[in-house]
């Protein structure tokens, strides 16, 4: 299970609370801003603003954080750079347009390593017919840190944001959780009795995730969603900012919980717990969607039949605050148990 939090006392917050101090003193009202800080994108009215909306947010990615250079090949790590950044586009229901690269790169990384890097980059933003369009790049002592500013647009009556969900909504996920923290276990511990060949489908859900842009946008498009976000900190974590958004609690049913196929038998292998990688291991950029339950048929009809995939049920939305994860009768909370970078480290 996850280590019990310490406090970080007054002058070390939490993400969440140093995210909040940023919100007070942004004064993010302005009469073409729609929604500031506080979602997966920030909502901007434009000139066409009945008919669309643009979607900005931005994402870093910091070598020894966010990936580690001994196992992660930089062409993917390029995909996993716009990757992310595409997840939050699509969180909202939106699709990528353009992408802005700034890059903070170590001289030794300046050849191959960097070619490799923007060849997966501009690889994974024509799969999803977005443009790298500007940037920056400046030298630093070691390593590389990666910062991508996404810009994409959805029509205005479709945005899908957190704060929608409502009491007795069914929670859906749209596909298999765990994997990617699964994937980058095994990675640390290959070369050390584990080879990772045999856990290729875990292993790529952390070094290649893929997001959800066609979901998102026909969910979007169904008008039977209320509320929708990804999951990059982990199911209990985001959870838990989507119901604090709604003002709403959440319960979550830990036989519902859907897992590679392959995420048993890697947690066995490894002494580690499947459950703890399903609920707080993070990285998985499926998307977390909330909507009323007697869409419930419809909803998996429609995705199964326009996409050929399952999308999952796992739980439902309750009045009382907080995240509960049900297991054989019993509950207990889980609220942010997820990644923090300032807890976590």
């Given amino acids: 299970m996850p280590e019990e939090r310490k406090d970080p006392g007054p002058d070390r917050p939490s993400e969440r609370e140093l995210i909040a101090r940023i919100r007070a003193m942004s004064g993010s009202v302005a009469d073409d801003l729609v929604c500031g800080i506080g979602d997966d994108c920030a909502v901007i009215r434009t000139d066409d603003g009945d008919r669309l909306v643009r979607l900005l947010t931005t994402d870093s990615l910091a070598d020894g954080v966010h990936f580690d250079r001994r196992w992660h090949p930089p062409f993917l790590l390029g995909r996993k750079a716009a990757a992310v950044n595409i997840s939050d586009v699509a969180a909202m229901g939106g699709r990528p347009r353009f992408a802005l690269l700034a890059m903070a790169v170590a001289p030794d990384l300046t050849g191959q390593w960097l070619e490799s890097f923007l060849q997966g980059f501009v690889a994974c933003l024509t799969e999803h017919d977005a443009l790298l369009v500007g940037g920056d790049t ?24 957190r704060n929608g969900a409502r009491v007795d909504d069914s929670i859906w996920v749209t596909g ?32 290649n995730p893929e997001p959800q842009v066609r979901i998102g946008s026909l969910l979007a498009a169904s008008g039977k969603v209320r509320s929708m976000m990804d999951l990059s900190d982990g199911l209990a974590t985001d ?30 292998r490894l002494h580690l717990s499947a459950l703890d990688w399903m609920i707080s291991g993070g990285e998985d950029y499926q998307l977390l969607f909330t909507a009323a339950a007697e869409h419930d048929q419809t909803l998996l009809r429609l995705v199964r039949q326009a996409v050929g995939r399952e999308i999952h049920r796992i739980g439902r939305v309750v009045e009382t605050p907080g995240v509960i994860l049900r297991t054989a009768g019993a509950g207990r909370r889980i609220d942010y148990q997820g990644y923090d970078h300032f807890q976590d480290r």
Avoid: N, Y
């Fill in 239 to 268: 959870l838990a900012h989507l119901c604090a958004a709604s003002r709403v609690g959440a319960e979550i049913d830990e036989k519902l919980l859907p897992g590679p196929g392959t995420l048993a038998a890697a947690a066995e």
């Fill in 138 to 161: 400046v030298s630093c002592r070691r390593g590389a840190v990666i910062t991508v500013t996404m810009v994409g647009e959805v029509e205005a009556g479709r945005v899908l944001f």
């Fill in 176 to 207: 298999p959780l765990g994997g990617a923290a699964a994937g980058l276990e095994l990675c640390r511990q290959e070369g050390e009795g584990i080879s990772t060949a045999q856990w290729t489908d875990l292993v790529q859900a952390h070094l």
